[in-house]
């Protein structure tokens, strides 16, 4: 067995590579197969994972348009639609901002394929990013709508944006290494999307995970305590019995032995405002202690990213 301390990744280097790779470097994360990224690679990743129907992993990217249109006319046919999952704001009389994820712009089109505004920002989706789309594209193609100017606004832009657009359109991935106690913990927050290995295919038997279970280190015990030596040796046999299972069961089945502090690894993909409702409540002294030793580092590593929105952020 192995003992790890807990750790994270603010994945900012995701924010500058194409879409398609992005969500394949996420969603590679369930199956820990990171080791199969090459050249080439994503779009088969891609393809596949939507076509199983495991489409958290297309909620992994977002794209922000800037979309131009005669609001008082088309206005109540395009709120008709209720775009879900999506962040909108109008900026002026005809100009609205409008984020959302692959997923969500996916699902705006499948719901909605006949809106004029839909139309045209998925137009100009599919023409940037064409894999993602291919399988909802309409039979006639994807066609620009007169009277609907749609921009896709490049990060840098997003970045500029007032502190209160800021926080609503900019997304932030970080990755935590963490024991399944806080994983379960953090995927209560709704508006987040979430990606996590997978117990189910994982087969910590194998080569790749060292033939062994790996477990977060506690920070309730002194290292040379008699608790620590009992969570331990309660480790220890936890994973004698869970390799011994393996030898005639599925992951699914032996995984049914794993404990909270067995290590995960999960993605947590938010904009800055869910981030900022997070660190409320996650480096509070209410909060879980081991929630709290990840979470208030990273919340200092936010407020040097972004000081307009969290550089004044109080935890009680
Ligand atoms: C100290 C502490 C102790 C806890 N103890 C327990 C416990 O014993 N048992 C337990 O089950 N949970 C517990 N929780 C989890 C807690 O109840 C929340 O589920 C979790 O913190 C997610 O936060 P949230 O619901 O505020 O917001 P999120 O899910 O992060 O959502 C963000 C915001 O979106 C809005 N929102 C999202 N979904 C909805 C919705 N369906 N309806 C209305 N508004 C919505 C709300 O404005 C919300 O503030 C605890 C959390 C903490 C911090």
Redesign the pocket.
């Known amino acids: 067995m192995r003992v790890v301390e807990p750790s994270y990744t603010i994945l900012t280097d995701l924010d500058q590579v194409p879409l398609v790779e992005r969500i394949e470097a996420c969603g590679r994360v369930c199956y820990k197969s990171e080791d199969k990224i090459s050249e080439g690679s994503a779009a088969a990743f891609v393809r596949r994972v939507l076509a199983h129907g495991h489409n958290s992993v297309a909620e992994m990217g977002v794209a922000t348009l800037e979309i131009e249109v005669d609001l008082e006319s088309t206005l109540g046919d395009f709120f008709a639609c209720l775009p879900r999952f999506m962040h909108i704001d109008r900026v002026e009389k005809k100009r609205i901002l409008m984020t959302g994820s692959v997923r969500a712009w996916r699902e705006l089109f499948l719901e909605n394929p006949s809106n004029k505004v839909v139309k045209a920002s998925l137009a100009l989706l599919a023409g940037r990013e064409p894999l993602l789309f291919e399988d909802i594209a309409p039979k006639s193609g994807w066609r620009e709508q007169a009277g609907v100017a749609v921009r896709k606004l490049p990060l840098a832009e997003v970045e500029k944006l007032d502190a209160g657009l800021l926080a609503r359109h900019r997304h932030i991935a970080v990755r935590f290494i963490v024991n399944r106690a806080v994983t379960h913990?953090i995927v209560?927050?709704?508006?987040c999307s979430f990606l996590q290995e997978s117990q189910r295919y994982c087969r910590y038997s194998e080569d790749k995970f060292g033939n062994e279970v790996t477990f977060i280190r506690p920070m309730f015990f002194e290292q040379d305590s008699d608790e620590y030596r009992l969570w331990e040796e309660a480790m220890r046999r936890t994973e004698e019995a869970y390799l011994k299972l393996l030898e005639t069961s599925t992951p699914q089945a032996a995984r049914t032995v794993l404990p909270n502090s067995c290590k995960t690894e999960i993605i947590v993909y938010a904009n800055l405002l869910?981030w900022l409702?997070?660190f409320r409540?996650?480096c509070s002294q209410?909060?879980e202690p081991s929630m709290r030793e990840v979470m208030v580092p990273l919340l200092e590593d936010f407020r040097k990213l972004f000081p307009r929105v969290f550089g004044d952020l109080v935890v009680g």
């Not at 209560?188 to 508006?191: A, D, I, L, T």
């Open positions: 913990e209560r927050h709704r508006p869910e409702h997070i409540l996650r209410a909060a």
